[in-house]
């Protein structure tokens, strides 16, 4: 996989709504809700341009029905992929456009970790713009190498993840 940082791009929306209408036709009564997250959620933001897409579900092993579904819209089905209660799903192979997080409702704590995330970062333009340039920093230093880029952020990810729970928590 190629790794490719560019500069915010206001259409990543209208790509969201569009991909989120067509999951609403499938899953129905079974989505609780879905959310645009990542990189691309936030504006201003440098970003890979692949859209995250945040799905709450009643029953997290129902989703488990409906892979075919999801595979004809031309998404991988990777199952739980490294996070215990989750469902993953990725669209455009070696240049990917769209990558899903589904988790069961009442699985908080990795929901508002997401949500958390993407707000804290729209309401701090300063910590914004440094995790595009460390983003951008990256892209360069590991071109093709998405385990060194993910390694190299890390460290940034897991404090401002810190600080957008605490944030969360002062702003209720």
């Known amino acids: 996989m190629n790794i490719i940082v560019v500069e915010y791009d206001p259409n990543w929306k209208n790509e969201y709504l569009k991909e989120e209408e067509a ?3 499938i899953l129905q009564e079974e ?3 879905s959310f645009h997250i ?6 201003h933001l440098k970003a890979k341009p692949i859209i995250d897409i945040l799905l709450v579900a009643n029953d997290i092993n129902e989703l488990d029905n409906y892979s075919v579904h999801f595979e004809k819209l031309g998404y991988e089905v990777m ?3 490294g996070i215990k209660g ?3 799903f990725r669209k455009g192979g070696d240049n990917r456009t769209h990558q899903i997080h589904a988790f ?4 908080i704590q990795e929901i508002e970790r997401h949500l958390s995330f993407r707000d804290y970062l729209r309401q ?3 910590i914004c713009k440094k995790y595009g340039e460390l983003k951008s920093e990256l892209a360069g230093q590991y071109p093709t190498d998405i385990d060194g880029y993910g ?3 890390d460290e940034f990810v897991k404090k401002i993840e810190e600080e957008a729970l605490k944030w969360h928590w002062t702003t209720r």
């Open 104 to 107: 069961q409702y009442d699985n």
């Open 23 to 25: 999951i609403k036709g």
């Open 124 to 126: 701090s333009p300063e």
């Open 31 to 33: 989505l609780v809700n």
């Open 86 to 88: 989750r469902r993953y």
């Open 151 to 153: 390694d190299g952020k």
């Open 79 to 81: 199952g739980e992929f």
């Open 38 to 43: 990542g990189s691309t959620s936030v504006p």
